[in-house]
């Protein structure tokens, strides 16, 4: 296999993560047809009570009747109003195709609508469906509101048969053409609409040609193609059971009949579920007049797009195949030419596409893909859509579009997403370096990862303690593999797809993930993967870059993203060496900012992320969890804490704790000066700072058979015991521990107020924000909120300063978003904790669940997307808007935010926006990708 850059055609995987998030972020999963698809129900008649219309003439529709029309039909007509060379047509609306799929057979008026615009098509060409001396031939073609790329069926040629074949020949006054488009429609009808195996006809096919000696198709002769024709009629009847058949109109309706089945196949469905395409959107059907690319060297297909999808410049990109019909350009079995050898071969033809291609941007004010085809020299367009582009090319044609004045910022932001952003922000492999290709797969999990092939958990483990970089390949993973996959610098599978266990995991924990790579042989016995004759042993480097799904074998050499090197600062915009892309998110980050309501924060708690936080543009923290504090060497404070007997033991560890907690604020505070930082109170449950249960115990159990009793041991032990808890999530946590353990919150909350004072001695501008976690009830917030408030007075009296803290909490648990109206009377702020929030109104810990049944869940549908990953607007999301609601009516100026991770997702984000909160925080690499979403979200519901 090699690399083939210019092939544009053939990168779908490119999009395909930003496809889904522009789709579920621009229409949502559920509301999709909109207020669209109601006006076009209404305009086919459902509503007035009269006759549905179920079929358009491409004179009667526009690109925005996508819905209706599907995207193809849709666009078909927009291009044909622009009075360009497309040949004429009608479709079948996706509404038909519903009746259809519902009840089983076709609207009772379909077939009259059908022969009316037949009619009107026959007499526009002068000829009938299949007329023998000269026949009418169509396409019948599949077009879904969303693209789906090579899911469903197109039939070619619809309408030749023995009878008007001769005739078809005698018009083109070539007897080769005839029967060679004969037998395309033989095997496409065969294949699609009579569910022949198609691998029996490439059979036959191969063994014509060499019969002949020929290396391809077009050196086939007529005779040979008519005997061909014999073959794959006898392969049909022998395996369809019937014979092809005969009669066009026959032909052509079973052929529509078999595009509307085939939004129903399986690998439709799983490409809807992996894609988050509703499955009830149904596909329509275009019923095209043929045009012949393959009556010769002046005809040929081809594909083109109007600007380069790999980069945004415009410029010449496509292939183009002479003598050549329908797919043949992209099926690669004939050596395609660029595009620019069209200018050679017919110059006419190629400056009346450069204009087409230039009047089409101008029209959708955005990059298109086109296909056309040469008939004898004459042009025709067979259709165009806005194209699928790289995610840096998103950035870059959308701030060209800007320059060149044809969208504006606002429609600019709508041009990019955050998905595209952070595949910008990934390290990934240097471009410049040689690579050698082993094979593709499906990309599910961005990045770029380099390691020595092994084969399974325990190695993978193994390897990685010794300080070896391992890419862990399985032929799928399950639970077991969990910690070889957390070892692994990326995971590689050769089965399963989007949704497999490897994909959603690897997402979940940010690991690069190449999964269903197909070609691949993984031999986990004998460790060891193959392609073809190609072997890669266990301890081999391989390369995997879960962008693209491509792995290599050996080390590709791995660049940092300049656009982390421009959001880090140590690159510059307007440099050289940054380039157009760093160039155009500059400015698009700047468009986002402009518009954006929302504010962004960072979750973060040293001063190091806060740094980065700041560079990322973060506005404040909104999440600085102080477990981390309590860890290393003030452990040991803790268990004395842990342990005390007396208040005295007690307050001597506190005591010990106090200034160092103070000392990491005031670094804090001053990393983050005159902006706003949200302190959490200790949140886990003790245990967590107290020695492994078993170790402790198996040290205990030594030591007695050594009879060396070690007392402090002893009490750990008695105290794990005490403190071991059968569901730690829902024990004793959070605001639980400020109530039963005396002194503790009062000790953070001094250390906060302390270093605030401090701040404040030495000018600064400090903005501390004290947030009480997993509050249920009003009452545990007041008594904290009480002892906190004594405790900022005390300070303030002792250090002559006025701090302005304000107190908080989160809102973590569903009794608080309900109660949210009486717990907003003790809180000047909330902030949603979407994670505990979700892992209680969903009922299952996150831990537990992501590896053991959300794989079996995502591919069942019942989840579209993890609701860890994404909010669940519905469930989780109810909550948050009515404790919104609630808390507002308490408190006018109540300050809302939240600090999940869904803070970083762009499709929470967006939930966020509407429901009016105030900042989104998330970690700190994710700023960028919410400060554009958020941006987004101001345009998008502008
Ligand atoms: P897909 O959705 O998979 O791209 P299409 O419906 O576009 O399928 O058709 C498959 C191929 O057949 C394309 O190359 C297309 O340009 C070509 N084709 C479709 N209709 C016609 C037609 N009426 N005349 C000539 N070629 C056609
Ligand atoms: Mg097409
Ligand atoms: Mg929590």
């Known amino acids: 296999m090699s690399e083939n850059k210019d092939r544009p055609a053939k990168q779908p995987e490119h999009t395909a993560p930003t496809e889904r998030t522009g789709k579920a972020g621009a229409t949502g999963p559920t509301g999709s047809t909109g207020a669209a698809g109601g006006a076009e129900r209404a305009r086919a008649g459902e509503k007035s009570g009269a006759a549905a219309k179920y079929v358009y003439d491409f004179t009667e529709g526009n690109k925005g009747m996508k819905g209706l029309l599907g995207g193809k039909g849709a666009n078909l007509a927009e291009m044909t109003n622009l009075g360009l060379p497309v040949p004429p047509g009608f479709t079948i609306s996706t509404e038909a195709c519903k009746v259809y799929l519902a009840s089983g057979s076709e609207p009772a008026t379909l077939r009259r609508e059908v022969s009316a615009h037949l009619a009107a098509l026959e007499e526009t060409m002068g000829k009938k469906l299949g007329q023998s001396d000269d026949p009418l031939l169509v396409s019948v073609r599949s077009g879904a509101k969303f693209s789906m790329p090579g899911m469903m069926d197109t039939v070619l040629n619809v309408g030749l048969s023995d009878d008007s074949v001769d005739g078809l020949a005698a018009q083109a006054g070539d007897e080769r053409f005839a029967w060679d488009s004969y037998r395309r429609l033989i095997q496409m009808f065969g294949t699609t609409v009579l569910g022949v195996d198609g691998e029996l006809f490439e059979e036959a096919l191969d063994e014509a040609k060499h019969g002949r000696g020929a290396a391809t198709d077009v050196e086939l002769e007529a005779p040979d193609l008519k005997k061909l024709v014999q073959s794959y009629k006898k392969i049909v009847s022998r395996e369809a059971g019937r014979e092809f058949p005969q009669d066009p109109r026959e032909q052509m309706d079973l052929a529509v009949r078999s595009v509307f089945e085939s939004w129903n196949t399986d690998r439709a469905k799983l490409y809807r579920r992996q894609e988050r395409i509703p499955g009830d959107l149904g596909t329509a059907v275009n019923i095209v007049a043929m045009v012949f690319g393959n009556l010769g060297p002046d005809s040929g297909t081809g594909v083109a797009f109007t600007r380069d999808p790999a980069s945004g410049h415009q410029g010449v990109y496509g292939d183009y195949l002479q003598n050549a019909q329908g797919e043949d350009v992209v099926a690669g079995i004939r050596n395609t030419v660029p595009l620019a050898d069209l200018e050679s071969i017919d110059k006419a033809s190629y400056d009346q596409l450069l204009g087409i291609m230039e009047t089409l941007e101008n029209h959708y004010l955005d990059l298109c893909d086109i296909e056309f085809t040469i008939e004898r020299g004459k042009l025709w367009m067979l259709q165009t859509r806005v194209g699928k582009r790289t995610a840096g090319a998103a950035f870059r044609i959308a701030t060209q579009l800007v320059d060149q004045g044809l969208i504006d910022e606002a429609e600019a932001l709508r041009r990019v997403n955050g998905a595209q952003l952070a595949q910008l922000m990934f390290p990934r492999f240097d471009d410049d370096a040689k690579r050698d290709l082993l094979g593709r797969g499906i990309a ?113 050499p791995v660049v940092p993203s300049p656009v982390v090197e421009y959001f880090e600062g140590r690159m510059h915009a307007g440099a050289e060496e940054a380039g157009e892309l760093v160039g155009s998110v500059h400015r698009m980050m700047a468009y986002a900012d402009r518009r954006r309501r929302l504010r962004v924060r960072a979750n973060a708690d040293n001063t190091e992320d806060a740094l980065r936080a700041r560079r990322f543009g973060a506005q404040g923290i909104g999440l600085c969890r102080t477990e981390h504090m309590f860890l290393g060497e003030r452990r040991e404070m803790v268990e004395r804490l842990i342990l005390a007997d007396t208040d005295e033991e007690r307050e001597a560890a506190l005591g010990q704790l106090l200034p160092l907690q103070r000392a990491d604020f005031v670094e804090l505070l001053e990393a983050m000066d005159g902006v706003p930082v949200t302190v959490r109170l200790l949140d886990p449950p003790l245990h967590e700072f107290l020695p492994d249960i078993t170790e402790l115990s198996v040290r205990v159990a030594l030591a007695e058979a050594r009879r060396d009793h070690n007392e402090n041991d002893l009490r750990l032990l008695q105290a794990v015991h005490k403190l071991h808890e059968q569901n730690p999530m829902l024990g004793l946590r959070g605001v639980r521990l400020g109530l039963v353990i005396p002194g503790l919150f009062a000790m953070q909350v001094r250390a906060i107020a302390e270093a605030a004072a401090e701040r404040k001695g030495a000018k600064g501008d400090p903005r501390a924000e004290i947030m009480i976690p997993l509050v249920g009830t009003v009452q545990e917030l007041e008594i904290v909120r009480d002892e906190a408030e004594q405790v900022i007075a005390d300070v303030e009296r002792a250090t002559g300063t006025r701090l302005k803290l304000s107190l908080g909490t989160m809102i973590e648990l569903p009794r608080a978003a309900l109660t949210a109206g009486q717990i907003a009377e003790a809180a000047e702020f909330f902030s949603f904790g979407t994670n505990d929030l979700t892992q209680t109104v969903w009922g299952f810990s996150r831990d537990d669940v992501e590896a053991s049944f959300f794989t079996a869940y995502l591919e069942k549908g019942i989840f579209g997307v993890s609701p860890f990953e994404t909010i669940d607007r519905d469930g989780v999301g109810a909550l948050v808007r009515d404790a919104c609601r609630a808390g507002r009516a308490t408190r006018p100026d109540l300050k809302l935010g939240i600090c999940g991770e869904h803070g970083g997702d762009p499709e929470s984000v967006h939930f966020f926006h509407e429901v009016g909160l105030d900042y989104v925080s998330c970690s700190p690499f994710r700023i960028p990708v919410a400060r554009l979403e958020a941006g987004r979200a101001a345009v998008l519901g502008a």
């Open 444 to 556: 599910a999990s961005p990045g770029a990862a380099v390691g020595k092939a092994v084969f399974d958990s325990y190695t993978a483990i193994k390897w990685s303690r010794s300080g070896e970089k391992v890419i862990l390949v399985r032929r799928e993973t399950n639970p077991d593999d969990l910690e070889g996959m957390i070892a692994a610098e990326g995971i590689l599978t050769s089965r399963g797809g989007k949704t497999s266990h490897a994909a959603v995991v690897a997402r979940g924990m940010g690991k690069t993930c190449v999964c269903g790579a197909e070609e691949l042989e993984v031999d986990t016995k004998k460790r060891r993967l193959s392609v073809g004759s190609r072997v890669v042993e266990e301890g081999d480097v391989i390369s995997i870059d879960g962008s693209t799904g491509k792995v290599y074998l050996g080390e590709v």
